[in-house]
């Protein structure tokens, strides 16, 4: 019998797969899935305190082996997704991770304590490295990931991960000041700041010009931050994001560090496709006989011995 | 605000539907002619599509993100689209051999007949591939239709598309746009899907905007409502197109 069962964030997760936010929406026009299979976890659509409709079209454009999305954070913002969207996700049995962001300490203050207290709030996580909205990602620096995840804290007790992104030199310094501050995990990674260009008029493809760059195109970079982080901190749950398309990349993935592991794109192409990781998964596991798949996390710190001595 | 609840006029997915499972599609049939492709797809279930609605399609090689493709007709378990011969999909559709496997979801957006007042007759306007959800609309649907302006850019096969009036831009005819306004009177709707080029003139042209519908073609990403790539800004805020369009009212849309 195999256990894909993650207890980590003070949660029991099913499986170790998740929603990362943004390309399944609020995950309701996946509900019948979910109603159907386990599922690790849904993070949401990053909640902003005030209703944002986004940037201006085109938000999209492919890439080769992923895309450039520029979707600004649309959202309905804080009271109605209290009203309309949560009482929805309560129904869904699976674990809520709600994302969210505010563009001062004030805001995330304000919203984690909200947040934190709601009924049917898991786990939150706070976005810290949007490239698609004004100024920089604050996890582009120590500083403000510092000042943001402690105003986060202040205000609540439910777990917080710290999303960030994979646009700097070194990753370690931005996650310890955000584990410092007592953000109990880490969400790596965000998408990669990106462009496109239209040949035909020699303009930027997207309104807004930068993108993130999504999908298996990144898969290594996010490796690399997922990897460089769980060398630097054994214990901490790390929600490994970035290019998983497939059980090899999700293997990948979990192999590097990542105690559970988000898909992002490849849900926009197929819906369907995180629950066949699961079975996938589970297969992959029974086959070599290993019998719970937190032997398969950060084996590549460990000369890959986990694997290798059960196979 | 544009989320899903309450909003949708499409179906309710339902888990293990066509809706949000992929499906095998075969290529079956092809006839290409003048720089577009109609293709005939074997599909594993029935589509149940209805004009104006449009499939996601992909193959397992790519690309990463689908793409929406409207039905030509849809006839039990056999789906046609009528595409452009160039892009990475498309060309591959126009291209492979008969036998290729693609992958389609759907059918996806708002059918025409239900995003438009029944209490009016219609022009439709349709340029390039933008004919085909039209001729579906004409064919199944005729007591909406008062007539038609169809245009490509270059001639095609005489049987490309059967027993479908054609204006052909490089024989000098007049434009699908033009023709449209030549024949449009109060009173008529106008329907329309074509270039944003078209789009525009028939925009300008048109003394009344009541009764007008554009269907918009952005880059779409999910399809099914989820992930907010496909939105256009509307008088009344963002609208998704996967599934509170494709078709839009000229008077929300403010051009
Ligand atoms: C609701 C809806 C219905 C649609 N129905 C149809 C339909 O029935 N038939 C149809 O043919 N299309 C249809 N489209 C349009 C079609 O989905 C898009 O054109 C889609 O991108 C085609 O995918 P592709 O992989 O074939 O082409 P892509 O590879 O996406 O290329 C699309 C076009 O962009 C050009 N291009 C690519 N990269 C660049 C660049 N860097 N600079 C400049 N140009 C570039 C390509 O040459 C090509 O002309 C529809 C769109 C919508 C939203
Ligand atoms: C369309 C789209 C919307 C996204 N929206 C958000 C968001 O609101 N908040 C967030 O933290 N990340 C957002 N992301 C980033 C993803 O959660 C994920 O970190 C990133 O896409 C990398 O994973 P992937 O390669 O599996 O897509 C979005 C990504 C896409 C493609």
Redesign the interface.
């Known amino acids: 019998m195999v256990d894909l069962a993650v207890s980590r964030l003070g949660q029991s997760f099913a499986n170790p797969v998740l929603l990362s936010s943004?390309?399944?929406?609020?995950?309701?026009?996946?509900?019948?899935?979910f109603?159907?299979k386990p599922l690790g976890g849904l993070t949401t659509?990053t909640v902003t305190p005030s209703?944002r409709?986004?940037n201006?079209?085109?938000?999209?454009?492919?890439?080769p082996?992923?895309?450039l999305?520029s979707?600004g954070l649309?959202?309905?913002?804080l009271d109605?997704f209290l009203a309309?969207?949560l009482p929805?996700l309560r129904e869904l049995p699976t674990v809520r991770l709600i994302s969210f962001a505010a563009s001062d300490v004030q805001g995330v203050e304000a919203m984690a304590g909200v947040l934190g207290e709601a009924a049917g709030v898991d786990v939150l996580e706070l976005n810290l490295s949007c490239p698609n909205v004004e100024g920089r990602p604050p996890s582009w620096d120590s500083a403000s990931t510092r000042e943001l995840v402690r105003a986060a804290t202040r205000a609540t007790c439910t777990p917080l991960l710290a999303k960030l992104s994979p646009d700097v030199t070194d990753v370690v310094p931005v996650a310890a000041a955000a584990l410092e501050e007592g953000a109990a995990g880490l969400t790596l990674v965000n998408t990669v700041r990106g462009l496109r260009i239209q040949r035909d008029t020699g303009r930027p493809t997207l309104a807004r010009m930068w993108g993130g760059l999504s999908?298996?195109a990144i898969l290594p970079i996010a490796l690399a931050r997922v990897f460089e982080a769980r060398r630097a901190f054994p214990e901490v749950p790390i929600v490994g994001v970035g290019g998983v398309t497939d059980l090899g990349s999700l293997l990948e993935m979990a192999m590097a560090g990542a105690d559970l592991v988000g898909i992002g794109?490849a849900?926009?192409?197929?819906?369907?496709l995180p629950w066949r990781l699961c079975v996938e998964l589970k297969q992959w596991l029974c086959r070599r006989r290993i019998s719970r798949y937190s032997q398969l996390v950060g084996c590549a710190h460990r000369g890959g011995v986990d694997v290798c001595r059960t196979c | 605000m544009s989320i899903s609840k309450g909003r949708r006029r499409t179906a309710t997915p339902v888990a293990g539907s066509f809706f949000l499972c992929w499906q095998a599609a075969y290529l079956d049939r092809r006839r290409q002619s003048g720089g577009y492709a109609v293709v005939e797809l074997i599909v594993e279930r029935e589509a149940r599509g209805q004009p104006g609605q449009f499939l996601m399609a992909r193959t397992e090689c790519g690309p990463a993100l689908p793409r929406p493709l409207s039905l030509l007709w849809a006839e039990g378990k056999r789906v046609a689209l009528l595409v452009k011969d160039e892009g990475q999909l498309r060309a591959r559709m126009a291209e492979a051999p008969l036998g290729t496997r693609f992958d389609v979801r759907g059918p996806y957006g708002v059918p025409y007949r239900d995003a438009v007042e029944h209490s009016r007759r219609y022009v439709l306007v349709g340029g390039g591939s933008g004919i085909a959800p039209l001729r579906f609309l004409w064919q199944r649907h005729p007591e909406l239709v008062e007539s038609v302006a169809f245009g490509l850019r270059h001639t095609v096969d005489e049987n490309f598309l059967p027993d479908t009036p054609l204006l052909i831009e490089e024989l000098g005819q007049p434009t699908a746009g033009d023709q449209a306004l030549h024949v449009w009177r109060p009173g008529l709707g106008l329907i329309a899907c074509g270039p944003r080029e078209m789009l525009r003139q028939l925009a300008a042209g048109l003394p009344e905007r009541k009764g007008v519908y554009f269907a918009l073609e952005e880059r779409m990403g999910c399809g099914y409502g989820a992930c907010q790539g496909c939105v256009v800004m509307t008088r009344d805020g963002p609208l998704r197109l996967c599934t509170d369009g494709p078709l839009v009212a000229l008077d929300r849309l403010g051009w």
């Not at chain 1, 390309?23 to 019948?32: I, K, N, T, Y």
């Not at chain 1, 849900?267 to 369907?272: G, S």
């Open positions: 943004g390309p399944a929406g609020f995950g309701l026009e996946l509900a019948p899935l109603r159907s659509k209703p409709q986004g201006p079209p085109p938000r999209l454009v492919d890439a082996a992923g895309a999305n979707i649309a959202n309905p913002g109605e309309q969207v929805e999908g298996a794109l849900v926009m192409c197929d819906p369907e």
